[in-house]
């Protein structure tokens, strides 16, 4: 048998559904990491929206999310426990990471913005977050706060047991400056989980 047949039958159960509800919020995700990038999202933060658009299509997961939150309090609750449920269903989704390439690193442009985004499938939650835009809220109904993105990638960070580090290298438009992380972080996420092989990339014999 070709290394190639066996792919799709390791590739087929990656795929995995979370529900998280608390007394904040009711969270109901699926994802499939080897799908094409369809998303159906609703947190009711039109921008989180969008970047979770970019998320699920730069990384080619198929990812159907609803989110109701606490809104009329805060946006907090909604944001980081959306990245917790993401970072539940992507360490279930991948398993025992048998075969994945684990590393990716990149940089991404968004007109005068550059984000460098590096990753690892590790098995240890850290979180290296070094993105300063200029700090105005981005319009919409209702505007979001930027400094919640870092809650974001911290609760998927822990949730998924995963090393991820997000550095701003330029940028002026906070917009551009966001939207560079998160597809950043898709496409690190789309290069560090492709099957290469059937070997568990690590010395310890677990990740």
Request: charged residues 25%.
């Amino acid at each position: 048998m070709t290394a190639e047949a066996t792919l799709p039958s390791r590739r087929a159960a990656r795929m995995a559904s979370v529900q998280r509800h608390t007394a904040e919020t009711q969270i109901d995700l699926s994802i499939d990491i080897d799908g094409n990038g369809r998303n159906e999202i609703s947190t009711g933060l039109p921008f989180f929206d969008h970047m979770l658009a970019q998320l699920s299509k730069h990384a080619r997961f198929d990812v159907d999310l609803r989110t109701v939150g606490d809104l009329e309090i805060d946006a907090h609750h909604t944001v980081e426990d959306t990245g917790i449920a993401f970072g539940e269903a992507l360490r279930s989704a991948w398993g025992d990471k048998a075969g994945v390439r684990r590393f990716a690193s990149i940089t991404v442009p968004l007109d005068e913005a550059a984000v460098e985004v590096i990753l690892d499938l590790s098995g240890r939650p850290f979180l290296h977050y070094d993105v300063d835009p200029p700090g105005e809220k981005i319009l919409g109904d209702p505007p979001f706060d930027p400094q919640l993105c870092e809650e974001f990638w911290r609760g998927l960070v822990m949730a998924a047991g995963i090393t991820l580090h997000i550095v701003m290298i330029r940028g002026r438009n906070t917009h551009h400056i966001i939207e560079a992380s998160f597809k950043g972080v898709a496409r690190a996420f789309y290069d560090a989980v492709r099957i290469a092989d059937d070997v568990l990339p690590s010395t310890k014999g677990v990740l």
